[in-house]
């Protein structure tokens, strides 16, 4: 069996502090994937990737970057925190074609102060 | 784009009753069904699938899927206390449209 790890599993920035989180997995999976959970509520798509170098915006890119320079890491970047996005980023990974198992890692949870 | 909808929000159950998770979705065109789990404090994780119209039983839990009236449920009989989590019905188009659409959840908790 595979995992996924994400790091840190907390953040805590300032307001308009640029803040990186990073994703591995060790599944060999072509596509990986960023969600943001707001406490305890539905998963939002940031970015997702079917392959190293490629990246396709979800429905919440605004104020995200993201980075796929291997196939088995993904990192996620919040340009500028902001309080109102405090929340859980989730991390998953499927294989291309997929019937729609994704493999999810525990989460990073961010605070902005 | 597609629209999956859950409902209740929330669902409170006593230990070894049944729980009745509803889903509905929007694309007719929709292939591939599955229930993810998410305990309080970690990631979500793959229940389990179904593909065809019927019923598919795991253990205590079982899918439905009807596609001509766009709806998949889960039913979870004799629920127990660890049953208790963040339920995500998740549909896939398919046929290369690999775009996976979550609903926003039906919190489950079992009392004892």
């Known amino acids: 069996g595979g995992i996924i790890t994400q790091t840190p599993k907390f953040l805590i920035g300032q307001e308009g502090q640029k803040l990186t989180l990073k994703c591995q997995q060790n599944?060999?999976?072509?596509?990986m994937y960023w969600y943001r959970q707001d406490s305890g509520k539905g998963l939002r798509l940031i970015y997702y990737s079917i392959t190293e170098n490629d990246l396709q915006k979800g429905d919440l890119s605004e104020g995200y970057d993201a980075s796929r320079e291997k196939k088995s890491s993904f990192s996620l970047t919040v340009t500028s925190a902001q309080k109102n996005e405090m929340a859980v980023f989730l991390c998953a990974s499927s294989i291309t074609g997929t019937t729609g198992q994704l493999y999810f890692g525990e989460g990073s949870k961010l605070t902005v102060l | 784009q597609q629209k999956v909808q859950q409902s209740p929000e929330s669902l409170i159950v006593p230990e070894g009753g049944m729980a009745s998770l509803n889903c509905t979705f929007s694309d007719r065109n929709s292939q591939y069904f599955w229930w993810y789990r998410q305990h309080s404090g970690e990631g979500p994780k793959a229940l389990m699938s179904i593909f065809s119209n019927g019923d598919k039983k795991e253990g205590r839990f079982t899918a439905h899927l009807n596609k001509a009236s766009l709806y998949v449920s889960l039913h979870i009989k004799d629920s127990q206390p660890s049953d208790s989590a963040l339920y995500f019905c998740?549909?896939?188009?398919?046929?290369?449209?690999?775009?996976?659409?979550f609903g926003d959840g039906t919190q489950l908790v079992v009392k004892p």
């Open positions: 599944f060999n999976h072509d596509t």
């Open positions: 998740a549909v896939i188009r398919g046929n290369n449209n690999n775009r996976i659409f």
